[in-house]
Nanobody, 119 residues
C-alpha cells in the first residue's frame, strides 16, 4: 500500500504563487509516475501535471503550461508543484496521485488540498 499526503494549498490572489507538496509513504520503492490532478466545483477531475520516477520526463495540461512546474524530490518519495501566475480558474481541490506502471490507471490518490485564487 502507498499513502499520499498533500500540503501547501491555500488562498491566494490572482497573479500569486503557491507550492504544493506531496509525500508518498509505504511501498514506494519504484513507480512509473507521480502527478497532480484537480477538480473544480461542478467539474470532473482533470490532469494537471506528472513526472516520471527518474525525473527525466514531465507532462503538463495545456491550461497550466508555462505557469506550473512539477519536480520530484531526490528521495523520489516527494513531488512538488510550483504554481505561478495563478488565475481564478485554477481554483480547485488538487490531488496527488501515483501510477505504478505505465499504461494503467493511477493507482493511489491523496485526500486533496484546496487551492483558492481570488480575483
Amino acid at each position: 500500500q502507498v499513502q499520499l499526503v498533500e500540503s501547501g494549498g491555500g488562498l491566494v490572489q490572482a497573479g500569486g504563487s503557491l507550492r504544493l507538496s506531496c509525500v508518498a509513504s509505504g511501498r514506494t520503492l519504484y513507480y512509473n509516475r507521480m502527478g497532480w490532478f484537480r477538480q473544480a466545483p461542478g467539474k470532473e477531475r482533470e490532469f494537471v501535471s506528472a513526472v516520471t520516477w527518474s525525473g527525466s520526463s514531465t507532462a503538463y495540461a495545456d491550461s497550466v503550461k508555462g505557469r506550473f512546474t512539477i519536480s520530484g524530490g531526490n528521495a523520489k518519495t516527494t513531488v512538488y508543484l510550483q504554481m505561478n501566475s495563478l488565475k481564478p480558474e485554477d481554483t480547485a481541490v488538487y490531488y496527488c496521485a501515483l501510477q505504478l506502471a505505465a499504461a494503467r490507471p493511477w493507482d493511489y490518490w491523496g485526500q486533496g488540498t484546496q487551492v483558492t485564487v481570488s480575483s
